[in-house]
């Protein structure tokens, strides 16, 4: 378990105040907002019950361009331009037509947090709750007309509990090993896993070892130490949680809601990282019009709301391969694996994969009637 850094006893004060934006939570997507924000001039407060950086959330795994567009590329600890897969009874290298990068998770956190603006401020505070757009703290209660619930899985401002093992979950495990490896590795196989795969994802001097099951109610820890010993790595350095595989709404009871807490993680591949940044910018766009007075917090919850639901249909396809792949026999398994180590067909897909959340997305763009009209278009 990491440090805590969080302040605790007399160094926690208490914590009050009315803001133009509040965002529970400082990972992936509430920092991402945070820098969509930061022309805005607006109060901005962000809360999280760790320090920015602190609680490393996943391998830390994602499109290069996307980091780059972000200004993240100093976070990056090594870059592949292929997935290397293994399955009972063949082994193959997919290529993907562009590459993904790990991170350093601190670090991106960092260069994410440099970019907001001058009246964004951050707190450690555990969020507990909320009543209408006062949010309940463990530090006291906070205040803002735009409220946004980027906490992750649980959702705990949305209306009802998100509870394990019977919500739409995946659960994922990993341990940090120090060492090197040059290829980014995944395992299809029943032996490593039920449902679900094993990864190996090196990052510079650490490799992340793996296991998801897309069945919440599969166990992943003995499975994740049998995965470490075949790859010979010591199980070290445990971090792991739910993963949402199916969309929510987005928008509820006057809340929006942005990333895991969305369930805008992809289903299949659980790649959560990057379409919490492509969420979140859209979203800082129709918040930064209602900030700006282009339209009001009504027309932000509608228009937010269609242009996330207007990606279901892509979310239920990638559901319905997750359903599917543990049902593949080993032999249909080969087939498959060995299809895409071929260019045409791997290409073709991972092109379209990463259309799903594409990283022209971060580069500056227009207002956002324009870009999430072009967005839901192309979904
Ligand atoms: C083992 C594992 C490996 C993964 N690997 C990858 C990968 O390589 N690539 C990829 O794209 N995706 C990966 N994912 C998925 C990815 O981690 C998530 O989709 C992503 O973290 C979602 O970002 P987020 O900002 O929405 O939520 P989170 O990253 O979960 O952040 C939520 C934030 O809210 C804070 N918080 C939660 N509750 C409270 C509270 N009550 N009060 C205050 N603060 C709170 C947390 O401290 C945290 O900072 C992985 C997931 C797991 C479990």
């Not at 895991?260 to 979140?280: K, M, N």
């Amino acid at each position: 378990m990491p440090v805590r850094a969080t302040k605790r006893g007399a160094a926690r004060t208490a914590l009050s105040g009315d803001f133009d934006v509040l965002i529970c939570g400082a990972s992936f997507a509430g920092l991402a907002l945070a820098r969509e924000l930061r022309a805005t001039g607006a109060r901005i407060l962000v809360l999280d019950r760790y320090e920015i950086g602190e609680r490393q959330t996943s391998a830390c795994a994602a499109p290069t361009e996307w980091l780059e567009n972000l200004g993240l590329a100093a976070s990056i600890r090594q870059t592949f331009g292929s997935l290397v897969v293994h399955t009972p009874r063949a082994h193959a290298r997919w290529p993907l037509g562009w590459t993904f990068s790990t991170f350093d998770y601190r670090e991106l956190c960092d260069l994410l947090w440099a970019q907001r603006g001058d009246g964004t401020e951050f707190e450690t505070a555990k969020v507990d709750g909320r009543s209408g757009t006062t949010v309940h703290t463990d530090r006291g209660d906070v205040s803002a007309p735009l409220v946004i619930d980027a906490l992750g899985w649980k959702r705990n401002l949305g209306a009802r509990l998100v509870q394990p093992p019977e919500a739409r979950l995946s659960r994922g495990l990993e341990v940090h090993p120090g060492g090197a490896g040059g290829d980014l590795e995944l395992w299809i196989d029943k032996r490593v896993i039920r449902a679900g795969y094993g990864w190996s994802f090196p990052a510079g001097d650490e490799v992340r070892v793996g296991i998801g099951s897309f069945d919440p109610r599969d166990h992943v820890k003995q499975p994740t130490v049998a995965l470490a010993d075949a790859v010979g790595r010591p199980p070290v350095g445990y971090q792991g949680n739910w993963i949402p595989h199916r969309l929510r709404p987005a928008v509820e009871d006057g809340i929006f809601f942005v990333g895991d807490s969305a369930g805008h993680c992809l289903p299949l591949t659980a790649e959560g990282i990057r379409t919490a940044f492509y969420f979140a910018i859209a979203l800082g766009r129709e918040l930064r019009d209602v900030l700006d007075g282009r339209q009001d917090r009504d027309a932000a919850l509608a228009r937010y709301g269609a242009f996330s639901d207007a990606h279901r249909w892509k979310y239920e396809s990638m559901l319905n391969v997750q359903h599917l792949i543990p049902r593949l026999s080993p032999r249909a398994l080969a087939l498959v694996t060995r299809l895409y180590s071929r260019p045409v067909p791997a290409l073709w897909s991972f092109r379209h994969y990463l259309r799903i959340a594409p990283p022209e997305f971060a580069l500056p763009g227009p207002p956002a009637a324009v870009s999430a009209g072009a967005a839901a278009v192309a979904a």
